[in-house]
């Protein structure tokens, strides 16, 4: 399948969406076959200007879209990493990420308000310049490197050879063990707004826009999300999808019952956002009107939330007490 523009592969995506919304699983595979789309025009545009591409190259996404689990609207979180490192590779490949960001914005994907996209210079380079990158991010620690480290995580290839992709997360992973960053990660993400109070109700929006509304996206992904990537980082697991970090996570960690749980709640949590949220926009998708939920819709969502709570405590357990026995 073949588009001379933009604006034609958004329409082909809107004719899709709710067919493609039955599940996460339909859905994230029609995202990835719209990118594909988007990447592929954006080639064919670069190559009249430009010519080929001057050395293979990967593009991968992050965010919600390199864990596989995106809603119905989505935002851009992506990078590119190439093999030649010389003026005449660079010039070419942030021109090219530009395009695919471009391209993504009109056919429906909001530009990442951060610009963690290909068309940044952080987020696009050489193979080389990618793993001092990674290394400079793991020496220097502060918040924000921590942020972007989190951010890379969560990397899985879209275009181009996994290979290049795989090669980086060893580096990552290796970087982040000699600085024993994992507890300064738990510091970064383990903050999340409570969804269920002291009396067991489900705690909703009390002004602005969306006023009796819950979030599902801080009160309830969050938990999940950032307990599941730190507990794969801590065991140097590689998969970027939270269902397979809970499915790849050691005994060790989460007895076998207990991982069937948290895939089981998780899946719960992935389709009650898509037949519940309010998908009008990108921000409105992460909201849920509390009046609009049965009774035993609200007991499911309350029960997901309370066992995602109690996930952040024993991970946050988990890791202060092996750091601490092994600064010992």
């Keep these: 399948m073949e588009f001379t523009s933009y604006d034609q592969i958004n329409d082909f995506r809107l004719q899709g969406i709710a067919l493609a919304s039955r599940n996460n699983d339909d859905l994230n595979k ?3 076959q719209i990118y594909e789309l988007v990447i592929s025009l954006a080639l ?3 190559n009249m200007s430009y010519g080929d591409p001057p050395s293979h ?3 991968f996404v992050m965010g919600s879209a390199g864990r596989f689990e995106q809603s119905i609207w989505s935002d851009q979180d992506h990078g590119l990493v190439f093999e030649t490192n010389n003026d005449e590779s660079k010039k070419y490949f942030i021109n090219l990420g530009q395009e695919i960001s ?3 914005e009109l056919a429906g994907y909001s530009k990442c308000s951060g610009g963690v996209m290909a068309g940044n210079p ?3 380079k050489p193979m080389t310049e990618w793993k001092t990158q990674i290394h400079k991010w793991a020496a220097d620690s502060s918040w924000e490197s921590i942020r972007y480290l989190l951010i890379f995580a ?5 275009y181009g050879a996994a290979s ?3 090669s980086l997360k060893k580096e990552y992973l290796s970087s982040i063990n000699e600085e024993h960053l994992i507890k300064r990660m738990l510091q970064n993400t383990m903050h999340f707004k409570k969804g269920v109070g002291v009396l067991g109700q489900l705690l909703v929006e009390t002004h602005g826009t969306f006023s009796g509304s819950i979030n599902l996206k801080d009160t309830a992904f969050f938990p999940y999300v950032n307990a599941a990537r730190l ?4 065991e140097k697991i590689t998969e970027s999808s939270t269902l397979s970090r809970f499915n790849l996570i050691s005994q060790k960690a989460l007895q076998l019952d207990e991982s069937k749980f948290l895939v089981n709640n998780f899946s719960r949590l992935l389709d009650f956002r898509l037949h519940h949220g309010n998908h009008y926009n990108y921000e409105t998708g992460h909201y849920v009107n509390g009046e609009k939920l049965t009774k035993s819709e609200k007991k499911e969502l309350k029960e997901i939330l309370k066992a995602g709570e109690l996930l952040s405590f024993k991970v946050r357990g988990l890791i202060e007490k092996e750091n601490h026995n092994g600064n010992e």
């Excluded at 969560?154 to 879209?158: S, Y």
């Excluded at 507990?231 to 801590?234: E, I, T």
């Design 154 to 158: 969560d990397a899985r290839p879209l």
């Design 231 to 234: 507990l794969a980082l801590n």
């Design 122 to 124: 952080l987020w696009c």
């Design 102 to 104: 471009d391209g993504l």
């Design 44 to 46: 064919r545009r670069m």
């Design 164 to 166: 290049a992709l795989s």
């Design 30 to 32: 029609f995202h990835d």
């Design 57 to 59: 190259f990967t593009f």
